[in-house]
């Protein structure tokens, strides 16, 4: 069983940065693959990002290209995501998501097998 707890959301204006944390419980959380996932109101959940169990391998949607960085402390049993220049249009609920670990790195909500609560992201104009 893998706990997840996400930090560090909330108000920014357009243009700023935020640093989301999730912090895992559980002794093999370096062997999962994680997952960022964002929901806007009335849309659909959607990867963000994601990085597999030893960091070979990240993914980022092309909305977030060279603005959000994935990474994971495996000593600290934490992933970030790393947001600069921040869009109204990233606003959403954002969510961490684990799943044992694979060379490639799911895109699917049904391949994650655990979800943290989520933490609110509101980018202002």
């Known amino acids: 069983q893998v706990q997840l707890v996400e930090s560090g959301g909330g108000l920014v204006q357009a243009g700023g940065s935020l640093r989301l944390s999730c912090a895992a419980s559980?002794?093999?959380?370096?062997?999962?693959?994680m997952g960022w996932f964002r929901q806007a109101p009335g849309k659909e959940r959607e990867l963000v990002a994601g990085?597999?169990?030893?960091?070979?391998?990240?993914y980022y949607r092309d909305s977030v290209k060279g603005r959000f960085t994935i990474s994971r402390d495996n000593a600290k049993n934490t992933v970030y995501l790393q947001m600069n220049s921040l869009k109204p249009e990233d606003t959403a609920v954002y969510y961490c998501?684990?799943?044992?670990?694979?060379?490639?790195?799911?895109?699917?909500?049904?391949?994650?097998?655990?979800w943290g609560q989520g933490t609110q992201v509101t980018v202002s104009s």
């Open positions: 990085i597999n169990w030893g960091a070979h391998n990240t």
């Open positions: 559980g002794r093999t959380f370096s062997s999962y693959a």
């Open positions: 998501a684990a799943t044992p670990g694979t060379l490639s790195i799911p895109s699917r909500m049904d391949e994650y097998d655990y």
